[in-house]
């Protein structure tokens, strides 16, 4: 009864987030067309006419991995100052005339865009992407610019303990791997990029055969796939970026940085389970059970609620595709690191050795199965997520069978992967505050 109650309350509330949005029906409805341009694209699109609204995601595989630190986190700023004959300036007017959103971003194994217009004003926003996909200036100008931008972003950077404790825990594990620098990279490097640079990047790095898009929206499918070719089959057939070697994560270590505050900050991790492993769901409920379930979850109970010796405290699953990483955050007083640090151990030890209970399998899943739908209320997040499962070479059955893959995870699935996912004698621990912090 008690499950039966969860989940016609999770379908309120699914049916309550679509009532005023444009998707009426949900992920187990996904109409996902799988389409190829005359000229060799793929893609996936999902028309939906409801809004007079288009979303387009692109990716390209490779990131800031595969370059100099900092170099395509550069380039990401520069995509959109200007392309064609259009300068900086007159490339941000024509999207504001027009009320186009268009960004791009870069993270460490990929690097990707997003573009959002009105179906009227699909024909300006096209060719506005295509001029920045295949035609980017990087003038001297708008360069100087973006670079004081990222220097000013290195400063605050430098002074925030949250960003210290990250940067600092991926270099530590991950020593010497160019998965372990930053996306930012450094302010040295910073000060040097060029425009020949950004130019060696672009030609490296946007090509055909690493390319991932995915549309939704109001356009006919005959339209979207001839915009498609003029924006992407210029593209080199190959891309030429360089490879990243293979990773060995450290054993487990704790690494301390002093900085002034009110608090430390604590992250705390090992290596996890991608995205593509058929173990990823049930470690997804582990993880949901331990600490990713907010107040309900144990390291909340445990360490904030029982204890009152963190502010915060959370876990989750990084799905970065090529470093699946498990990983959490505290934050907590100088003296009570040490305490905290003993308690999330205990907690990793006690879910690894004894699993979850039936009562908190059945709650788990109650709440990823009921609150799957609210990912899917906006073309942008159906376009992001269309993006991720082709990112992992997943079909788009994926989408109709996911809560299935929850349904089925048993008591003995949760119990065999929390052995294999936690490991707490391996954790590699960053903690940023002040001098009396130790472990």
């Known amino acids: 009864m008690k499950r039966h109650l969860v989940k016609m309350i999770a379908g309120f509330c699914f049916l309550m987030a679509f009532a005023a949005g444009p998707f009426s029906s949900s992920a187990d409805a996904l109409e996902i067309r799988q389409l190829t341009s005359p000229k060799g694209i793929k893609l996936w699109f999902v028309k939906d006419t409801n809004l007079p609204i288009i979303q387009v995601r692109f990716l390209w595989r490779g990131g800031a991995a595969n370059f100099e630190p900092g170099l395509i986190r550069f380039l990401s700023t520069m995509m959109d100052e200007g392309a064609g004959d259009l300068n900086a300036k ?125 549309v939704v929206g109001d356009i006919e499918e005959t339209d979207l796939l001839s915009q498609i070719d003029k924006i992407f089959a210029e593209l080199p057939v190959q891309n030429t970026t360089q490879q990243v070697g293979p990773f060995v994560p450290l054993d487990g270590n704790f690494v301390f940085v002093e900085f002034p505050g009110p608090q430390t900050e604590i992250i705390f991790g090992h290596i996890g389970i991608s995205f593509d492993d058929p173990d990823y769901y049930a470690a997804l409920v582990v993880n949901h059970i331990l600490g990713g379930g907010g107040f309900s979850a144990r390291l909340m109970t445990e360490i904030r609620e029982k204890r009152g010796l963190v502010y915060s405290v959370y876990s989750y699953l990084n799905e970065t595709g090529s470093l699946p990483v498990w990983m959490g955050r505290m934050g907590t007083s100088h003296k009570n690191v040490e305490e905290a640090l003993s308690v999330l151990r205990t907690e990793l030890k006690r879910m690894r050795e004894d699993g979850p209970s039936e009562t908190e399998l059945e709650n788990a899943k109650n709440y990823i199965e009921g609150s799957y739908a609210l990912g899917f209320d906006s073309g942008k997040k159906i376009a992001s997520k269309m993006l991720t499962a082709q990112f992992f070479d997943l079909p788009p059955s994926h989408f109709d069978k996911r809560n299935s893959y929850i349904e089925a995870i048993t008591l003995e699935d949760v119990r065999r992967v929390a052995r294999r996912l936690l490991k707490p004698d391996q954790l590699i621990i960053t903690a940023v505050g002040e001098k009396n912090t130790t472990e």
């Not at 506005?128 to 100008?141: E, I, K, S, T, W």
């Open 90 to 214: 007159a490339f941000q007017t024509r999207k504001e005339d027009y009320g186009i959103k268009l960004s791009f971003s870069a993270d460490k194994d990929n690097f990707s865009g997003s573009l959002r217009t009105l179906s009227k004003h699909k024909d300006e926003a096209f060719s506005l992407l295509a001029l920045a996909v295949n035609q980017p200036r990087f003038d001297p100008a708008p360069l100087e610019r973006m670079r004081q931008a990222l220097m000013a972003g290195h400063r605050r950077s430098a002074s925030d303990s949250g960003t210290i404790a990250s940067e600092t825990w991926w270099q530590n594990a991950l020593e010497g791997h160019a998965y372990g620098n930053a996306v930012r990279g450094f302010p040295e490097f910073t000060q040097k990029v060029t425009p020949d640079m950004l130019r060696k990047a672009h030609r490296q790095l946007f090509a055909q055969d690493n390319l991932i898009i995915s």
